[in-house]
């Protein structure tokens, strides 16, 4: 790849900014560079960003109008849809199966969902309450000003997707920082907005590593930061906004559980169990990384899911056939066969798995560790890598407080044919989503986010807009 270069006020900027590899996972060959940009570049591109928040092309633009640049970039993503899945596969290592079919499809959906919103997002007028028909009362909602869209490796595209069309539907102007291995979707991305009409400065990209992240933290012209990362890094940002009160929303870390129930239709739950730790490699925030199955059927469920594990082709993310690619680099490699490596010394058993395939890249083996200590590592950490830990229990009761007994909170699946128990269970669970009899399966237009933990504040859906508009209340005298 060519050196990329951070893209601020609608030009391509560059900067003499330390550089940074970016390497293919598949590999680790060295497949090109990014600046580090410091407290400078994020300061031009902020800036950019504010003229552009100011500039009445943008400010004052029609709702309608919105609504047609952003359906101008949606046509453009999908006509672009292959060379994006495929640098999206290349900078990432997912599988081009996913890319092609999950990731490029869902971030088309997400801008055609949000380009249906600007001219529904609209204050009220409000009867007040004590003042009577001499008043006259309403609201207005006005983009909340400069945004600082911070997002991780896993899902480059989609997350930086679901933060830029809600952020962009509501007229804020965006600073997206991504992270420092995947760095080219949002470049396209950026690109692709332009080339759709969004006005410079709009949307500005800035490259570099969790200090660039910091430097767009602490700016004081980001009025509200959006971040999706681990729950570590979120808590830091939190401290950070604490002097200005910036809003912020934050997308963290998950352990989330799979609850298989006896009369469960294994046909598909043991495939929808294994799919939703194993795609990705397991680095998906919610992923269903502890199953719990009743203890009759445990060895059939487990023995179900290592048969499906082992159909998982492992390969080049850019052939069509690979279904299992890398983890992203070798930090995590290490980290995530440090904990199976802690969980088994703790006891729990290795049922299969555990080791790093025998390739070039960061590969590790589809996983499947069992313990019923719930202070094991396994039970407890995210690991972000294709670890199953599997529980068996005895009754409903018991399953629920295993379920619920974490620091995270953002999704949960239940497999059962009785809706009635699957409904009970989704207010009992302590989770952002519940899934029931299904699996990776988020939706534009429902909020996502997380219990505990797992974050602050959801994205999707018509909710996400309280992090990017401002109600500003009216009243007036009227007689
Ligand atoms: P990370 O927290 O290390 O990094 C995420 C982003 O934050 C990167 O762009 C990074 O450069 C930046 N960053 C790092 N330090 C920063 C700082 N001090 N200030 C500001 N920005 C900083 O996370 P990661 O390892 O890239 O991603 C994996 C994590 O993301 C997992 O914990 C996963 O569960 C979580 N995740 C959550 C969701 C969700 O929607 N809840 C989705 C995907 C991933």
């Known amino acids: ?6 893209y601020i006020g ?6 003499h900014a330390p550089r940074i590899d970016v390497l293919n996972p598949a590999t680790g060959e060295v497949i090109g560079d990014i600046p580090r940009s410091g407290k400078g570049e994020v300061d031009s591109a902020v800036q950019a960003a504010r003229a552009a928040f100011d500039e009445p092309a943008w400010r004052d633009m029609a709702p309608a109008a919105r609504e047609r640049l952003l359906h101008r970039f949606a046509d453009l993503l999908e006509a672009d849809a292959q060379g994006m899945a495929r640098l999206e596969s290349l900078d990432s290592g997912k599988p081009i199966a996913f890319t092609s079919t999950i990731d490029v499809p869902y971030a088309v959906a997400w801008l055609r969902y949000y380009a249906g919103w600007p001219t529904k997002l609209a204050g009220k007028a409000q009867a007040p309450a004590i003042h009577g028909p001499s008043f006259h009362a309403y609201t207005l909602r006005e983009p909340v000003g400069v945004v600082g869209l911070i997002v991780p490796w896993n899902y480059p595209l989609i997350l930086a997707v679901w933060k830029l069309a809600p952020a962009l539907a509501a007229g804020c102007t965006v600073v997206l920082k991504p992270a420092q291995n995947t760095p080219y979707s949002a470049l396209r991305l950026a690109h692709l907005a332009r080339e759709a009409g969004f006005p410079p400065g709009v949307f500005n990209v800035v490259l570099g590593d969790g200090g660039t992240g910091q430097a767009l933290v602490e700016h004081p012209g980001v009025a509200k930061l959006s971040f999706t990362g681990s729950t570590r890094v979120g808590k830091q940002i939190l401290a950070s906004v604490a002097s200005d009160l910036k ?19 294994m ?3 043991i495939p929808g169990a294994a799919q939703s730790v194993f795609v990705h490699a397991g680095q998906i925030c919610f992923a269903g990384t502890r199953l719990f199955a009743p203890r009759k059927q445990f060895q059939q469920v487990l023995d179900g899911i290592a048969g499906v594990a082992a159909t998982f082709g492992v390969g080049d993310p850019l052939d069509p056939a690979t279904l299992l690619g890398p983890l992203i680099s070798q930090a995590q490699l290490d980290s995530v066969l440090a904990r199976i490596d802690a969980s088994v010394k703790a006891g729990a058993t290795l049922f299969c798995g555990g080791r790093q395939v025998p390739r070039a890249g960061y590969y590790v083996e589809p996983t499947i560790l069992v313990t019923e200590d719930r202070a094991n590592p396994g039970f407890r950490e995210e690991f972000f890598g294709p670890v199953l830990v599997a529980t068996p229990y005895d009754d409903l009761e018991q399953v629920v407080a295993m379920a619920n007994d974490s620091d995270y909170g953002l999704a949960a699946h239940v497999h059962t044919r009785d809706l009635a128990t699957a409904h009970q269970l989704a207010r009992k669970l302590q989770a952002g989503t519940v899934w029931i009899n299904t699996q990776l399966a988020p939706d534009p237009a429902m909020p996502f986010g997380g219990f505990k933990q797992s974050g602050w504040g959801r994205e ?8 990017y508009l401002e109600t500003k209340s009216v009243i007036a005298r009227i007689g």
């Open 267 to 269: 046909h598909s739950a």
């Open 247 to 265: 809003r912020v929303t934050l997308e963290l870390g998950g352990k989330s559980p799979t609850i298989i129930l006896p009369d469960a239709d």
């Open 460 to 467: 999707n859906g018509e909710d996400v807009f309280d992090h």
């Open 1 to 6: 790849m060519p050196p990329a270069h951070n």
């Open 10 to 15: 609608g030009v391509i900027a560059a900067t």
